[in-house]
């Protein structure tokens, strides 16, 4: 939870306890710099969780970026729609804004906002947002937002990080991004390897995924490079530089 896990963080740091974070790796930048700077003091490593970079087709775009197969990469069209989580139980603090940092744009942008700095190692010149409440109005939260952004390097951005999905829909939701270069497009929809289920004792349709775990490809990777001490692909300035993203799309979001 990312409300309260900064406490736990910083004291499991110290005592050389390797600690893997879920995003966003803090509510706020104060909090983040906090984790960060008693994990530069420590023997312990912090690691974000941001598994989409560990999906065999992420890795494949990465080589292109690296050959430049794009050549110069004029826009790139991005979604993280998803279910909101229920508001009740031990769920309830996801959609609690003073808990959680913010609705769907402090969920669903990070992702993303990640695979791109990691793509292009181009950093953002500008940002327009905007949120709303459209999909749980009994709520205090934004669940629906647009995010536009220009990078350094020329590139747009756009990116829907909506909690736009039903409580019933088929799976949780989606990542997809269409990449637009001067040599090439491609369209990447991350979780597009399913299998659709549909029968009379359930309430709705399941998508069963059979494509590539990636949550046991980092964790894979997290493990085998503790043991030789070798250096992560992620760490936690890489959470604390999409967070930063996340936090000023949030305080220019239009409502």
């Given at each position: 939870r990312s409300y309260s896990v900064t406490g736990v963080q910083t004291c499991a740091l110290p005592i050389y306890k390797h600690v893997i974070v879920e995003k966003p790796i803090a509510t706020t930048l104060e909090e983040a710099d906090e984790m960060l700077k008693v994990a530069n003091n420590s023997q312990g490593k912090l690691v974000q969780c941001y598994p989409c970079r560990y999906h065999p087709t992420s890795q494949?775009?990465?080589?292109?970026?690296?050959s430049n197969a794009f050549g110069s990469v004029l826009a790139i069209s991005?979604?993280?729609h998803g279910r909101m989580p229920p508001h009740s139980g031990v769920d309830e603090w996801f959609s609690t804004k003073s808990l959680a940092g913010g609705g769907a744009l402090m969920d669903h942008i990070t992702h993303v906002a990640d695979?791109?700095?990691?793509?292009?190692?181009?950093k953002i010149k500008s940002i327009y947002a905007t949120a709303a409440n459209l999909f749980h109005p009994e709520l205090d939260i934004d669940d629906a937002g647009m995010v536009l952004l220009e990078y350094e390097n020329g590139m747009k951005?756009?990116?829907?990080?909506s909690w736009?999905?039903?409580s019933n829909f088929a799976t949780w939701g989606d990542v997809t991004m269409t990449i637009m270069g001067t040599e090439k497009t491609l369209t990447l929809d991350m979780f597009a390897q399913y299998i659709d289920i549909q029968r009379n004792s359930d309430t709705h349709p399941l998508w069963?995924?059979?494509g590539s775990d990636m949550d046991a490809l980092m964790l894979r990777d997290f493990i085998n490079h503790l043991k030789e001490n070798a250096q992560l692909m992620l760490s936690g300035l890489d959470g604390r530089k999409a967070l930063e993203v996340v936090i000023a799309e949030i305080g220019r979001a239009h409502v």
């Open positions: 494949t775009i990465k080589k292109m970026f690296d991005a979604t993280n695979l791109i700095f990691w793509f292009t190692g181009s951005v756009s990116i829907d990080p736009s999905r039903p069963l995924n059979y």
